[in-house]
């Protein structure tokens, strides 16, 4: 079983218990979306879709839902939505990575080819857009559309700037903003939506669901660097090697240690791969990781202020612990 | 110049005049929609929009218009949201096809390699989403949505389904109309929607965008194997050679020509390159191409006949033209 994020939560913290059977409808919803496809297609979506999947981005819309009033139908459908649009994304991203495993299962692109995959991950945003039709307002899709948007221009800018000495840490930021904290802000704010919020708390909950996100990536990054491959089920210390420039290596390239600054500034010069065996045990790497870690937990507190705003509840509750999980996952890294 | 459909109609019907400058127009909305995006993203898409397209989708829309009241600033925006939905599946089928060339200019994949090509086509796609999110309802999203994922099924379906001996004439048509007549469909339901006209006149409209649609692919088929490729302005005749079933293919192998039908269909059990030098010269090959030539003209008189329900206007009478012009287009191919 691959390293889950989300089911490291369920197991740990009683308060997910709140949503389990919600997250069990969602894994439904999603399997059954592969019914509109005719038979030379569908066996080749069912595949894709059996994926066993985090679910943070549904288990976000659940529990914002919980937080402000109750999940519906229409939270559980656009739960699944948001994972078939993650779905579509995670399709591409391994089809540019060229990557062979994910969640410890063989990908589309290893499987059918990268031509297969990428009309695979079309028919699953297309698969969504339907969904997105069929809840909300157009206010609503407006703003899954401009989510959407934003995705795949983080997806692109990331690999135009690959070995970018001119991207600075604000670049950084802005990057995984619209790479990945975007669906995260918008599992919020459409619950939110759903929820018929006023557009003020619409516009704080996808404030949370943005330094969620930042917070995510930002743990994420880390552990690429300092994780075991066993244990995440995937391929690890690529992103920064093959020129990424996550936050950590701009703190190594920031780093007090010259050597360690000057070789890894070197690298990304030269468009070399950086030798992380080599820098794992020094004092500048684990400062690196400390003070990315650091980043992540601000913006982790910050999205707690956020949730503090709304009243009390179990749904509230959850988020929480969901918040102080992911700053005990921050805090992992570091040792 | 590449050989293009919409500008030899141009040239050669004064027709056409009636909505030369909506067309440029047109042109000025797909040159704008770069605009939402950042630097590192935003020269990608400014080369890949700037394709001399012919602009057959976007025609379709606003001849639409102008028969039924007169064409609107939706009207526009909506037409270049389909090109930019076209020119998104022809990113990803350049990707798919390996294409160097298309419209006489370097293809994304060849300019940048397939991984940038499959996220700006991911990016096209997404903001042709925000520009339908400008515009109608949401039964208006809901037609795009199912639309969009019919272009995505046939696609995959066209992928899986190289070289299968079980496919049908049916199912190419059906695989056609998803593939390439859905774009036309919603050219012509999407602007009688805008009009507000009633359900039941969008549904006809739908039938005759289909039908042209169904009619232009199967010239398209014929041109493969007939055309000449510096006319063409792409390479020709590598989709039947290659695996694909186009509607000559099948009458190939139906020939009364027991030689032809057998050498064909030998090809296509073992999965061998057809040599269409080699029939090119033959009564059977001149057959297949008349009897396909027949069936899209068959389906140019059925969209005439649901045309015909509209009052006379000169929007009426351009897209009759269009019906005419694709009848000696698909009549060339006999030649």
């Known amino acids: 079983m691959a390293f889950s994020f989300f089911n490291k939560l369920r197991d740990k913290r009683e308060h997910l218990k709140l949503i389990r059977d919600e997250l069990d409808k969602v894994r439904s919803v999603i399997a059954r979306q592969v019914e509109p ?22 288990g976000l819309v659940l529990l914002t839902a919980a937080s402000t009033g109750g999940v519906t139908e229409k939270h559980i459908t656009f739960a699944a939505m948001l994972e078939m649009l993650h779905m579509a994304s995670l399709v591409h991203d391994d089809v540019l990575d060229k990557a062979d495993t994910r969640r410890d299962e063989a990908t589309p ?17 297309a698969q969504a857009m339907v969904m997105g039709s069929e809840l909300g307002d157009m206010k609503f899709i407006r703003r899954l559309s401009l989510g ?7 997806e692109v800018e990331q690999s135009t700037r690959l070995w970018d000495m001119e991207m600075t840490r ?45 917070a995510y990536q930002i743990y ?35 780093s007090s240690s010259d050597d360690v600054a000057d070789y890894v500034r070197g690298c990304v010069e030269k468009r070399e791969e950086i030798d992380f065996t080599r820098l794992r045990g020094t ?49 992992d890294c570091c040792n």
């Open 37 to 58: 496809f005719g038979p030379h297609v569908r066996p080749y979506l069912e595949r894709v879709c059996r994926g066993r999947g985090k679910l943070i981005r549904p």
């Open 170 to 214: 604000a670049d950084y930021y802005e990057l995984i903003r619209k790479k990945t904290a975007t669906l995260f802000a918008m599992a919020m704010s459409g619950a939110a939506m759903l929820q018929e919020l006023d557009d003020e708390m619409v516009d704080h909950l996808e404030r949370m669901g943005t330094l969620l996100g930042i």
């Open 148 to 154: 959407t948007r934003d995705l795949c221009e983080g």
């Open 220 to 254: 994420d990054d880390c552990l690429d660097l300092t994780g075991s491959e066993d244990v995440a089920g995937k391929t690890l210390g690529t992103d920064a090697a093959k020129g990424k420039l996550t936050l950590p290596v701009f703190f190594l390239m920031e």
């Open 283 to 331: 004092d500048a790497f684990h400062e690196a990781i400390r003070m990315s870690a650091d980043e992540g937990r601000a913006r982790t507190a910050e999205a707690r202020e956020v949730l503090w705003m709304l009243p009390e509840s179990d749904g509230r509750a959850a988020l929480a612990e969901m918040t102080y999980r992911l700053d005990e996952l921050l805090d």
């Open 109 to 125: 692109n290893a499987l059918w080819g990268n031509e297969l995959a990428v009309l695979l991950g079309d028919s699953l945003l």
